[in-house]
């Protein structure tokens, strides 16, 4: 790896935007619940894996694992010219709305050399209670190319957020973080299939937690 840890100017934006918006908004709006965070290594390479229903979890995710979380963003946002500076120095990278992005994947293997944490919501878009019900292999695969762990995250609450209307509803979130799925050894289909079954039901299992 050639380094170990997010570039410091990185670091900077993730605390700053942590504890002026993220953190109080979670914790204070939200009513935050937040399990299993001493299962996130703080260094290091790594693949965390989602469920995703709504645009506020990707900084939720991110505060709750204390490191930042590289995701893929729409490419769009990066055509607004001081938005896509600050998305870039703080971990998003471009992706191609329904195509299979190669320069996204590249772009992910390229932030876990760094030592970053790369973030790949499971199911590839937004469901609508949260569960994962057609999960793709993109996760398994980035994690097997890159020979690095999975960390399955289920947040639980958060598809309520944005209905009715734009300003985000005050409703109860819980996050809970599971434990440390290994690297597959191969990028063989079935073991990628195998992989992916394993973390959509680590995650679902979770999400049935509730809160």
Not at 113 to 124: E, I, S, T, Y
Request: aromatic share 8%; proline share 8%; charged share 20%.
């Amino acid at each position: 790896m050639s380094q170990s840890r997010e570039p410091s100017v990185s670091l900077l934006l993730y605390h700053a935007f942590k504890w002026s918006v993220v953190s109080p908004m979670l914790h204070v709006y939200f009513k935050g619940r937040i399990y299993g965070a001493e299962n996130v290594p703080q260094t290091g390479p790594l693949v965390v894996v989602s469920n995703h229903a709504s645009n506020y979890d990707p900084p939720i995710i991110s505060n709750c694992v204390r490191r930042p979380v590289a995701y893929m963003a729409k490419e769009e946002l990066f055509k607004i010219p001081v938005l896509s500076k600050a998305i870039q120095l703080y971990g998003a990278y471009p992706v191609s709305r329904g195509s299979a992005d190669r320069a996204a994947i590249r772009a992910a293997m390229k932030y876990l050399d760094d030592g970053w944490a790369v973030g790949v919501f499971l199911q590839g878009t937004r469901t609508p209670d949260g569960r994962i019900t057609d999960p793709k292999r993109g996760a398994a695969l980035i994690a097997a190319k890159a020979k690095v762990p999975l960390l399955p995250i289920c947040l639980w609450g958060t598809q309520a957020i944005e209905q009715e209307g734009s300003i985000p509803r005050p409703v109860p979130v819980t996050v809970r973080i599971g434990k440390l799925i290994d690297a597959p050894n191969s990028n063989d289909k079935e073991e990628l299939e195998a992989l992916t079954q394993e973390c959509t039901a680590a995650i679902n299992a979770l999400h049935d937690l509730g809160r």
